[in-house]
């Protein structure tokens, strides 16, 4: 059972008798019912009340109500209200549209609107590429989403895959200073996805792909890439790839191993896994078996899907066959971007001396992190709690800085690699140990060189 999380966290207002022990007594109460208490205000007091805000965080909403009627069993407490501080954040939504100019005056009107910007829009037909220039085509994209495949949650349809879409859009204007739009459609037909992004590009400078199911995913984003003149980037493929390359990067230098020469077993052939192994291979790798929920992916197994068929083209080198336990057995570098817990540290300790494990399922990974450790050098996870979270925030928000400052039409697998090689950069080596191989998300540099790097290779693609 995970601990308390301060996205599972409350506040509750009590009124409280006013005795010498009453903030203890509430502490108390909150850490023996398992709750973790993070904040403790006290908002109004008189001779004989007092008003108290106590923050706390909990395991979940059941745990939270547990701990809701521990405090109204507490003698001479009153449980006003609870919020849950999670909801409150997203209360009305958590992003805006502003203007960017006053409208002040007659004058102030008559050139953001009616007459003047009509002069705008004539200089735009006559010269379209001038709409990058002019409007907010220039630093905005969309978050496109048909939510069949939300974080964890998996095919809970678009309206309740908003949040994660708007949390996107929060994300990319922290971290890169982009407006991005949660676009969410109601239809799961391939051919109308594309036609109803087609349809909004003119609006946005680049199409970020978001939580598709696969194998659809593959066929919309190439569809797209054909279609538009703008960079189409799906993040659960290409983003993944790029931390899991940057961290790789950096834990091969650990453990003194040359991504040429290790073998890789790779766990997931959707849309994650098949991104990776594109990478992977770009990044040099010769050695990678992958694998899914029917076993290792070769030429000869039965009913293999025609999605795996590239895959199986180009993996496999020494055909293995078995499971992913099978091919664990004396390899260097476990990747898993599938479901959680299945393995164990006794399948871990398998593996090759000095082995890197990347569980990156969420919220449960693979294997347990602490059980992998006792047997692997270098351990990530996709949770921020354990040492080496390796998360796609990390790559975004600078891939796209870099293709909207590039004014790139397109995106290939040299940004990608380029990328990853940039984020791996900001970990100097000195700073490099085998708990630290990938950069804090708020860390200054990361957007900044990734942006940088990225830009650089699409101007000298011809993509700018």
Request: glycine share 8%.
């Amino acid at each position: 059972m995970s601990g308390p999380s301060v996205s599972s966290s409350i506040t509750a207002r009590l009124e409280v008798q006013a005795r010498p022990t009453a903030v203890s007594e509430l502490t108390t109460a909150i850490e023996a019912a398992g709750g973790v208490v993070t904040a403790l205000d006290v908002t109004a007091s008189g001779h004989e009340q007092m008003t108290v805000d106590v923050t706390c965080a909990t395991r979940g909403e059941q745990h939270a109500a547990d701990i809701v009627e521990v405090l109204r069993a507490l003698h001479g407490v009153v449980v006003e209200r609870v919020s849950d501080r999670t909801f409150l954040m997203h209360l009305g939504g958590k992003i805006s549209i502003e203007s960017k100019v006053p409208l002040r005056n007659r004058d102030d009107l008559s050139m953001v609107y009616t007459p003047g910007v009509a002069r705008v829009s004539e200089a735009i037909a006559a010269h379209p590429e001038d709409a990058r220039r002019l409007t907010i085509k220039r630093n905005t994209i969309a978050v496109v989403t048909d939510g069949t495949a939300v974080l964890g949650l998996g095919n809970i349809g678009p309206l309740a895959s908003l949040p994660v879409m708007e949390g996107k859009a929060v994300l990319f204007k922290r971290f890169a200073g982009i407006d991005a739009f949660p676009i969410a459609l109601d239809t799961t037909d391939v051919d109308q996805i594309v036609e109803t992004v087609c349809a909004i590009a003119p609006v946005f400078a680049g199409i970020n792909l978001e939580d598709i199911s696969a194998p659809r995913c593959f066929e919309v984003e190439r569809r797209l890439r054909d279609r538009l003149d703008i960079p189409v980037f799906h993040d659960d493929q290409h983003g993944t790839a790029i931390v899991v390359v940057a961290a790789l990067t950096n834990a091969l230098k650990v453990v003194g191993k040359k991504i040429d020469e290790v073998r890789i077993v790779l766990s997931g052939a959707g849309a994650a896994g098949t991104a990776v192994l594109r990478l992977l291979l770009a990044a040099g790798a010769k050695d990678v078996v992958a694998g899914d929920v029917d076993g290792i992916v070769h030429r000869d197994r039965p009913g293999l899907p025609p999605s795996l068929e590239w895959c199986a083209e180009v993996t496999n080198p020494r055909g293995v066959t078995g499971s992913i336990v099978d091919a664990l057995a004396g390899a260097d570098v476990f990747i898993g971007v599938s479901a959680p817990d299945i393995l164990t540290g006794r399948d871990v300790s398998t593996m090759a001396p000095d082995a890197i494990v990347f569980a990156l399922a969420n919220p449960r990974p693979e294997v347990d992190p602490d059980e992998a450790a006792q047997y692997a050098a270098v351990v990530g996870t996709g949770r921020s709690d354990f040492a080496n979270q390796i998360n796609n925030v990390l790559a975004f928000p600078g891939v796209f800085r870099g293709l909207i400052d590039a004014r790139s039409h397109g995106i290939t697998d040299g940004m990608l690699l380029a990328a990853a090689y940039a984020l791996a950069s900001v970990v100097s080596d000195d700073e490099l140990n085998p708990t630290y191989i990938i950069p804090s998300v708020f860390n200054p540099e990361v957007t900044t060189q990734v942006a940088a790097a990225v830009e650089r290779v699409a101007r000298a693609s011809g993509e700018a």
